[in-house]
Structure formats: C-alpha cells, structure tokens
C-alpha cells in the first residue's frame, strides 16, 4: 500500500503534507500505511482526493 501511495503522490505532484490538507487525516496515520495500519474510512479520503480506485491498493 505505502509504495502506491507514493507513487500516486510524485504521479500527482503532491506532499504528504498537502495530502493530510486535502484529506483532514494527520500526516501521522497517513504514515502508518507503512505498516498497513490504516482505517478504511481514511482510505477512502486519500482515494477520493487522489482521485484512484481503491482496488489500486490492493496491488
């Protein structure tokens, strides 16, 4: 998951920063992908402002 992330991140020229604006998520749980520690409901917003499917974090 947390290599998708950032591949949709550089794709899209953002931040992690600017994605925790976007989305209201603390840049900190963002960061817990890492470990895939993350809510569903968080996914969902970083899905929706990246503006992917959610399936692409399945890979």
């Known amino acids: 998951m947390w290599e998708?992330?950032?591949k949709h991140?550089?794709?899209k020229k953002l931040?992690?920063?600017e994605l925790?604006?976007?989305t209201g998520i603390h840049r900190n749980t963002i960061q817990n992908m890492r470990n895939e520690r993350?809510?569903?409901r968080n996914m969902v917003k970083i899905a929706d402002?990246?503006?992917v499917s959610l399936d692409e974090f399945r890979k």
């Open 4 to 6: 998708v992330l950032k």
């Open 49 to 51: 402002a990246l503006d």
């Open 9 to 11: 991140l550089k794709a």
């Open 20 to 22: 925790s604006k976007m």
């Open 15 to 17: 931040t992690m920063v």
């Open 38 to 40: 993350i809510s569903f």
